[in-house]
């Protein structure tokens, strides 16, 4: 369950460097292009580039760019289930129609989502034989289908 846990610590974490910056707390000035330690050192190498981090300070926001995701399955089986969707709507496949499903995918794909024993919300977002049947016999894959059926 800690992946829930994730973007709510980022928040609280920005929020935290805010309060603390209005209290004057100081810190490192160099934070991303510091030689030793510095963010884009230890994680971009050679190959950062720090002015790329201001360039359209203030005229770019990334954060326009994201987007929600339309499934409450893991973002990894979302073709799987846009696939399974498309196929039932444009070719009027209703879910008793649909004896068996063979999907394709690399060797982690198979560790990832090949969970068959569901007791958990989670173990039901990271199923691919869940999501699929729960898409086909509904026709939907919101949380609703996720929380119900795996909780009883």
């Known amino acids: ?3 829930r846990f994730h973007p709510g610590r980022a928040a609280e974490n920005g929020v935290t460097a805010a309060l603390l910056a209005e209290a004057w707390l100081v810190g490192p000035s160099f934070i991303l292009e510091a030689p030793w330690g510095g963010f884009l050192r230890t994680y971009g190498g050679d190959a950062a580039v720090p002015e790329a ?3 359209a300070l203030g005229k770019e926001f990334r954060i326009l760019n994201t987007g929600q995701k339309p499934y409450a399955c893991c973002r990894g089986l979302h073709s799987s289930v846009e ?3 498309d196929v039932m709507r444009e070719e009027g496949v209703k879910g008793e129609d649909v004896e068996r499903m063979i999907v394709h995918g690399a060797d982690r794909t198979v560790r990832q989502f090949a969970k068959r024993d569901v007791q958990t919300l989670l173990d039901a977002q990271f199923s691919m034989s869940y999501s699929l049947g729960v898409v086909a016999a509904t026709g939907r894959a919101g949380l609703d ?3 119900s059926t795996a909780h009883g």
């Open 1 to 3: 369950m800690t992946k």
């Open 145 to 147: 289908e996720f929380f």
């Open 53 to 55: 981090t201001v360039a």
């Open 83 to 85: 696939a399974l969707l």
